[in-house]
């Protein structure tokens, strides 16, 4: 297991999966180790993934705090703000000047930071159903509950979506996410539902709760810094998915000046899983041809 030295003297790892030119994969979570990530969809026939915990080539990073990486002596250091460095230090670490970079779900206000921080370091961007508080894009809940009542009419998405009011209202207790998570992937099958329980493994709590803590995001300045750019950015949205809703990832894509949409259907929060094939052949071509 590849690791590197955060400024900070943090030992991160990251995992490497597959073959061909490297693409650096920041996970969610938020702050959730990068296997969940897997091979995503088997992207990593034709990449290598780098994980930060993320993926194996698929460049695979743990965060800090996640999977194999060590738990920083100062914990403010979580603030997604205070990750950025982790991500350029890293790409010294692998010696080019230049990379693609593919960010899930919360990832993607790490990438935003990043993008706006060092805007020449990045190649071709790939953001899956992003969250965007960097931007102050957050899903309201009625953007998440609208999503919800797409399937209405059948269970297990009718109780999923009680439980998810419950949510949305306060509740907030460890029953009623488990009820709810059903509508976060396009098919409640075997793989959705291991999957899931995975997640209470995978998660750094401590982490997630300081990830987007007070000070860490400056929307104006960050919109104004993504406008230098210059790389082709994807951002894939689920048909199915409340955060972001399509109509949202489309305003999140429009922050960059090479940005493009694409809404992946019958596909929820995350879409490598609800068409795998599908979603390693559009994520490949975009990273081949920019389009």
């Given at each position: 297991?590849?690791?590197?030295?955060?400024?900070?003297?943090t030992?991160?790892?990251?995992?490497?999966?597959?073959?061909?030119?490297?693409?650096?994969?920041?996970?969610?979570?938020?702050?959730?180790?990068?296997r969940?990530?897997?091979?995503?969809?088997?992207?990593?026939?034709?990449r290598?993934?780098?994980?930060?915990?993320?993926?194996?080539?698929?460049?695979?990073?743990?965060?800090?705090?996640?999977?194999?990486?060590?738990?920083?002596?100062?914990?403010s250091?979580?603030?997604?703000d205070?990750?950025?460095?982790?991500?350029?230090a890293?790409?010294?670490?692998?010696?080019?000047?230049?990379?693609?970079?593919?960010?899930?779900?919360?990832?993607?206000?790490?990438?935003?930071l990043?993008?706006?921080?060092?805007p020449?370091?990045?190649?071709?961007?790939?953001?899956?159903?992003?969250?965007a508080?960097?931007?102050?894009?957050a899903?309201?809940?009625?953007?998440?509950?609208?999503?919800?009542?797409?399937?209405?009419?059948?269970?297990?998405?009718?109780?999923?979506?009680?439980?998810?009011?419950?949510?949305?209202?306060?509740?907030?207790?460890?029953e009623?996410?488990?009820?709810?998570?059903?509508?976060?992937?396009g098919?409640?099958?075997?793989?959705?539902?291991?999957?899931?329980?995975?997640?209470?493994?995978?998660?750094?709590e401590?982490?997630s709760?300081?990830?987007?803590?007070p000070?860490?995001?400056?929307?104006?300045?960050?919109?104004?810094?993504?406008?230098?750019?210059?790389?082709?950015?994807l951002?894939?949205?689920?048909?199915?998915?409340?955060?972001?809703?399509?109509a949202?990832?489309?305003?999140?894509?429009?922050?960059?000046?090479?940005?493009?949409?694409?809404?992946?259907?019958?596909?929820?929060?995350?879409?490598?899983?609800?068409?795998?094939?599908?979603?390693?052949?559009?994520?490949?071509?975009f990273?081949?041809?920019g389009?």
């Amino acid at each position: 297991m590849p690791t590197f030295t955060a400024p900070d003297g943090t030992e991160l790892a990251y995992h490497l999966r597959g073959e061909g030119p490297p693409l650096v994969c920041l996970p969610g979570g938020a702050m959730r180790a990068s296997r969940y990530l897997g091979d995503l969809g088997g992207l990593a026939a034709g990449r290598t993934l780098v994980l930060l915990d993320l993926l194996d080539l698929l460049d695979l990073l743990d965060l800090r705090g996640t999977g194999d990486s060590a738990v920083p002596a100062d914990e403010s250091t979580y603030r997604v703000d205070r990750q950025v460095a982790d991500v350029e230090a890293l790409r010294l670490h692998l010696g080019t000047d230049r990379m693609d970079v593919l960010a899930h779900s919360a990832g993607g206000n790490l990438l935003m930071l990043y993008a706006a921080a060092h805007p020449r370091r990045l190649g071709r961007t790939v953001l899956v159903t992003p969250t965007a508080w960097a931007l102050d894009l957050a899903a309201t809940p009625q953007d998440r509950l609208a999503a919800a009542r797409l399937r209405a009419g059948a269970e297990p998405y009718d109780t999923a979506r009680e439980a998810y009011v419950r949510i949305l209202d306060g509740a907030d207790s460890d029953e009623d996410w488990d009820r709810a998570a059903p509508l976060f992937y396009g098919r409640w099958d075997g793989t959705a539902r291991a999957h899931y329980a995975a997640g209470y493994r995978e998660q750094n709590e401590r982490a997630s709760a300081a990830f987007a803590g007070p000070g860490a995001f400056d929307p104006a300045a960050t919109r104004a810094a993504l406008r230098r750019v210059a790389g082709e950015v994807l951002v894939l949205a689920g048909e199915l998915d409340g955060n972001p809703p399509p109509a949202l990832a489309a305003r999140i894509a429009d922050a960059f000046p090479a940005g493009r949409l694409d809404v992946r259907r019958a596909a929820a929060h995350f879409p490598w899983l609800d068409d795998a094939a599908g979603f390693a052949e559009r994520v490949e071509r975009f990273l081949v041809t920019g389009v």
